[in-house]
């Protein structure tokens, strides 16, 4: 279910998203930097600083995980099942592998998602003919029209 491409996407992409479901039934949507396969149908992500999405997944482990390239718009959405790890082997293996991949802060516990569905994101500019090298190049020179207007 995680193939290459998707593996390839997860290490290159720093940023991502997790979607809870609170207490009272609306969204909770949280930035997640720390997003990983584990495994063939398995992502995880550390809780650092999530108590409002640890809280929610205690209640209902019912989780989506958005992760796309802002530069090429393609990405995927992960919908599945939470568990938290906060001890044992598997929780010091995910630790060392957070370390290995130059993650410094405190990781409380991890969050393991068991992958049910994967489905791809793409922008609505594919559908009128662009690119891949279009929507890369157009992204691209609108970030460094952003940046040079507030760095210089």
């Given amino acids: 279910m995680i193939t290459e491409k998707i593996r390839k996407l997860l ?29 063939e149908d ?12 640890m809280e929610n997944l205690r209640n209902n482990p019912s989780i989506e995980i958005n992760v796309v390239d802002p530069f090429s718009r393609r990405g995927y959405r992960f919908k599945g099942t939470a568990e938290i790890i906060s001890n044992g082997e598997q929780y010091d293996k995910l630790i060392l592998s957070y370390r290995s991949l130059g993650v410094r802060s405190s990781i409380k516990s991890v969050v393991l ?26 992204w691209k020179k609108y970030y460094l029209s952003f940046w040079f207007t507030f760095v210089f």
């Avoid at 207490?23 to 396969?37: E, F, Q, V, W």
């Avoid at 998602?113 to 157009?138: A, N, Q």
């Fill in 42 to 53: 398995t992502l995880a992500f550390a809780d650092i600083r999530s108590p409002q999405t």
């Fill in 11 to 39: 290490s290159e992409q720093k940023l991502g998203y997790v979607a809870t479901v609170s207490l009272d039934g609306t969204p909770n949507l949280s930035p997640k930097g720390t997003i990983i396969a584990w495994g």
């Fill in 113 to 138: 998602v068991r992958i049910e569905k994967v489905s791809e994101v793409t922008s609505p500019l594919y559908d009128i003919g662009y690119t891949e090298e279009e929507m890369k190049d157009r």
